[in-house]
């Protein structure tokens, strides 16, 4: 069955406090994976696609990379404004995506 | 500028009521997309279609549903027959799969 998880489904940090995002996957087909963030209320805003093992892309604070069976969203020294819902997508047969649950980043001044 | 055009923002429906959700695009795309997003959840594809005049039923697509007719439109109609339509829905569209998905901003469906 095709499945997408993240976690964990929240996350506290600190403002500077590092950490990571996990996107683990079990999709037949696949053809690249995707980050978005989504603010509240809002549509999801695209951030990265990664396509092979072993490719990374970063923008900012942020820097994701690609296993063979999962993705890693770190975020270095966030910041308050960092503070989103982040989603991880894949996608798979028929032209279809795959959305994960979220995790909902939240980034103490 | 390019981008996909969801309106209206808010809607309200009176129960036994049907409602269109209207999506616009102008990044010449193929493919477009409905999702639903319930409170904490992620989201469910509800419709989807990858040329005009065509489109398939998602995971969710009980109570619901599209037209294509034109490549740059993809109206998602909320039936009397859904049950439970209380959410936030979401429009994408796609080159394909390889490029991933780009959204519009939503619209918040309520019943009243």
């Known amino acids: 069955e095709d499945q997408v998880t993240q976690s964990p489904e929240a996350l506290r940090l600190q403002e500077g406090e590092s950490s990571s995002l996990n996107c683990s996957y079990t999709v037949s087909g696949l053809r690249g994976l995707f980050w978005y963030r989504q603010d509240p209320g809002k549509g999801p805003e695209f951030l990265f696609t990664?396509?092979?093992a072993g490719e990374e892309k970063e923008k900012e604070r942020l820097k994701a990379t690609l296993t063979k069976k999962e993705s890693f969203l770190h975020i270095t020294a966030p910041k308050p404004e960092d503070s989103a819902t982040y989603l991880c997508a894949v996608g798979g047969n028929f032209n279809k995506f795959y959305f994960g649950s979220g995790t909902k980043l939240n980034v103490k001044p | 500028d390019g981008g996909i055009t969801q309106s209206p923002k808010y809607l309200f429906r009176k129960e036994g009521q049907n409602v269109t959700l209207s999506c616009e695009q102008n990044l010449n795309h193929d493919a477009m997309y409905w999702y639903r997003q319930d409170p904490g959840q992620g989201l469910r594809l509800i419709y989807y279609?990858?040329?005009?005049?065509?489109?398939q039923k998602g995971d969710i697509a009980e109570g619901y549903s599209v037209s294509r007719e034109k490549k740059e439109s993809f109206p998602l109609t909320v039936t009397s027959a859904q049950k439970n339509p209380t959410a936030f829905y979401l429009c994408a569209s796609s080159i394909d799969r390889n490029f991933g998905a780009f959204f519009g901003q939503g619209t918040r469906l309520t019943v009243v």
């Open positions: 279609s990858q040329i005009v005049n065509d489109f």
């Open positions: 990664l396509y092979s």
